[in-house]
C-alpha cells in the first residue's frame, strides 16, 4: 500500500510535444504529491507538488492533474523543449508517516529537436 | 544543490569492507536524509534524521547505519560492503515536515566489487 506505480518507464517526444507521465497510488492516507525532476549526474529538484484538495495546479508549462475518487495523478509538460530531457520522479508522502517520501521508480524523458 | 555535499562522489571498494559516505550542509535544516538510487526502483530512503542524534530507519535500512553528530553533517556507513549495495546515494535535507521540499545533494557513486 506504500507503492507509487509510474508509467511510461521512458518517453520520447519531439520539440513542442506534451508528454504526459502517471502515477498511481493506494494508500488514501497520503496527502502531498510533489515531482522531482532530475538531470544526468545531479541530484533530483522539486519541480512541482500538489496536494488532493485540488484537481490542477500549473506552473509554468508544467501541470499536474490530481484524480483523488482514481487515486490518480499525472504531469503534462507542455510545449516541452530538449532543456527537459531529465528524468522525472513522482512520489507521495503524509502527515502521519514522520517524514518518509515514497517515490516512483521514475520516467526517462528524451525531447528530440 | 542547495548548500549541500557529498564526499567522496566516487567510490570503489570491495566486499566485506566497511565504507563511510558523508553529507554536510550548510543550511541548518533540521531534517536530513540518505536514499538509495537504482535503475527501476526510483529512489528509496535508508534512514533519515530529525535532529542531532535523532535517527531513524527508512525503508531499505538493512545492511547501514547511521549518525549525526552535529546538525551540519550525516553519515551513512556499510558496515560490511555488499555487491547489492553497489548505487548512487543521495542525501537530501529539509527544513520541516516531508511537506516542506527536500533539496538534493550531488550524489555519491559507490561500486562494490
Known amino acids: 500500500q506504500q507503492q507509487v506505480k509510474q508509467s511510461p518507464q521512458s518517453l520520447i517526444v519531439q520539440k513542442g510535444g506534451i508528454p504526459i507521465i502517471n502515477c498511481a497510488y493506494e494508500n488514501t492516507a497520503f496527502d502531498y504529491f510533489p515531482w522531482y525532476q532530475q538531470f544526468p549526474g545531479k541530484g533530483p529538484a522539486l519541480l512541482i507538488a500538489?496536494?488532493?484538495?485540488?484537481s490542477e495546479k500549473k506552473e509554468g508549462r508544467f501541470t499536474i492533474s490530481f484524480n483523488k475518487s482514481a487515486k490518480q495523478f499525472s504531469l503534462h509538460i507542455m510545449d516541452s523543449q530538449p532543456g527537459d530531457s531529465a528524468t522525472y520522479f513522482c512520489a507521495a508522502s503524509m502527515k502521519t508517516s514522520y517524514d518518509k517520501v515514497i517515490f516512483g521508480p521514475g520516467t526517462s524523458l528524451s525531447v528530440i529537436p | 544543490d542547495a548548500g549541500i555535499t557529498q564526499s567522496p562522489r566516487h567510490k570503489v571498494t570491495e566486499t566485506g569492507t566497511p565504507v563511510t559516505l558523508r553529507c554536510h550542509q550548510t543550511?541548518?535544516?533540521?531534517?536530513m536524509y540518505w536514499y538509495r538510487q537504482d535503475p527501476g526502483h526510483g529512489l528509496r530512503l535508508i534512514h533519515y534524521s530529525y535532529g542531532v542524534k535523532d535517527t531513524d530507519k527508512g525503508e531499505v535500512s538493512d545492511g547501514y547505519s547511521v549518525s549525526r553528530s552535529k546538525t551540519e553533517d550525516f553519515l551513512l556507513t556499510l558496515e560490511s560492503a555488499t555487491s547489492s549495495q553497489t548505487s548512487v546515494y543521495f542525501c537530501?535535507?529539509?527544513?520541516?515536515?516531508?511537506?516542506?521540499?527536500?533539496?538534493f545533494g550531488p550524489g555519491t557513486r559507490l561500486t562494490v566489487l
Open positions: 500538489i496536494r488532493p484538495d485540488v
Open positions: 543550511e541548518n535544516h533540521r531534517y
Open positions: 537530501a535535507i529539509s527544513e520541516g515536515r516531508p511537506t516542506d521540499t527536500q533539496y
